[in-house]
């Protein structure tokens, strides 16, 4: 049986233009039509109203198991696997509800993640698609080495490789870099030179894997760009003298054809109100803040494609605010509206290697969100959901 649905307003994201009065037909968990509304097949029809209908969001990078707390890292080492997978859950359900139909699960315990993957495809878990990386691969003792694989030469990091591979990965996550999250690793030095990050990325490709690389210093960006990762995760150019930009760094990514996922709103609403005067936030916004975004504006003005991810579970990130981030893509990096959606939806396709996700067109996924307002004027409107379709089936 299809189903219809129709909106006042229609966006495909295969272009910017809004179609008035449009209609998404579905056959099961398939598109068949996307257009106006006179030309849609017959067959059930959900009226929908006064929405904007455009296909659901796809977030970059998440950590479901998460608590998204101030007090992210103890939350962590202090839950039980059983509280670890709950957490998972209910983050799976509000991540759907919120109009994220699909998320990229850059590192949490195989087990964990992998699990709560299954149960959303069987149906016993309300959640999006979830393409997992389970365990990280960071060095002895590194960037979060509390849910990863540690490994140290080459020939460990194509064991580790192979390992997730057998495991069930969909795509393999390395720690390049240190991180801030976990005590006594360095976010400005590289966890892995050049040579050793070639070795993972090549025995990566030779199974048909996509490689995502964690790295705030600089060092450890170039390092991954070189050795052919797809994507690089915050890409900060952090050093010990601050986010100091490096021109022949950007020109190797730009060079390797990397996706930047610059996780921008990391703890970013909480940096607006009312924090101790401590706190590592409000130091972040008021002097790391500006040079993360005159960092990201070269990025983007040099054609690095972008892709967004919440980094949604680390400290003070809830998953249902993933829409902030395109908010920052246009009123601090001065995309325009759709550049920004296409970092949700089209671009983040392509990230994946998933043609089938990221529009609406026939053949395509049936991954629906519909809002109230114009995203394209006000990307505030995707917080304000009227209705989600996820593989098929309508969720709210």
């Not at 509000?94 to 949490?108: F, M, Q, S």
């Amino acid at each position: 049986m299809t189903i219809t649905y129709t909106a006042a307003r229609l966006y495909t994201a295969l272009s910017e233009a809004i179609i008035e009065h449009g209609a998404v037909t579905l056959d099961g968990n398939q598109i068949i039509y996307a257009g106006p509304a006179v030309a849609a097949p017959g067959g059930t029809t959900i009226d929908l109203g006064d929405v904007t209908l455009l296909p659901g969001l796809i977030d970059m990078h998440v950590h479901l198991t998460f608590s998204a707390s101030d007090t992210v890292l103890e939350d962590y080492l202090s839950d039980t696997d059983e509280l670890r997978l709950l957490r998972g859950a209910e983050n799976a359900r509000r991540a759907v509800l919120a109009g994220i139909t699909t998320v990229r699960e850059c590192g949490g315990r195989n087990a964990h993640v992998f699990a709560l993957r299954e149960a959303v495809q069987r149906g016993v878990l309300l959640g999006p698609r979830i393409i997992a990386a389970g365990a990280s691969i960071t060095t002895t003792g590194g960037h979060c080495w509390f849910f990863g694989l540690e490994a140290d030469t080459a020939d460990d990091l194509r064991r580790a490789v192979r390992a997730q591979v057998k495991a069930g990965a969909d795509f393999i996550k390395v720690m390049a870099t240190g991180g801030a999250l976990t005590p006594h690793t360095n976010p400005v030095a590289p966890q892995y030179d050049e040579a050793v990050l070639q070795a993972l990325v090549a025995d990566a490709r030779r199974m048909g894997m996509r490689v995502s690389a964690h790295c705030h210093g600089t060092e450890g960006i170039i390092n991954a760009a070189h050795a052919g990762v797809t994507t690089i995760e915050h890409c900060s150019f952090q050093s010990d003298a601050g986010l100091i930009y490096d021109e022949a760094t950007a020109q190797a990514v730009l060079a390797a054809g990397c996706y930047v996922c610059p996780t921008l709103a990391i703890g970013e609403r909480a940096a607006h109100g009312d924090l101790p005067a401590g706190h590592p936030l409000v130091r972040y916004r008021h002097e790391i803040w500006p040079q993360r975004v005159a960092n990201l504006r070269r990025l983007y003005a040099m054609g690095i494609p972008f892709v967004s991810g919440s980094d949604a579970g680390v400290t003070l990130t809830p998953i249902e605010d993933f829409a902030y981030n395109l908010t920052l893509l246009v009123d601090a990096i001065g995309l325009t509206p759709h550049a920004a959606l296409a970092t949700a939806t089209t671009q983040a396709a392509l990230a994946l290697g998933r043609p089938d996700l990221g529009a609406l067109a026939p053949g395509m996924a049936a991954d629906l969100l519909a809002v109230y307002g114009n995203p394209l004027e006000d990307m505030a409107a995707l917080l304000d959901v009227a209705c989600v379709v996820a593989q098929g089936q309508r969720i709210r």
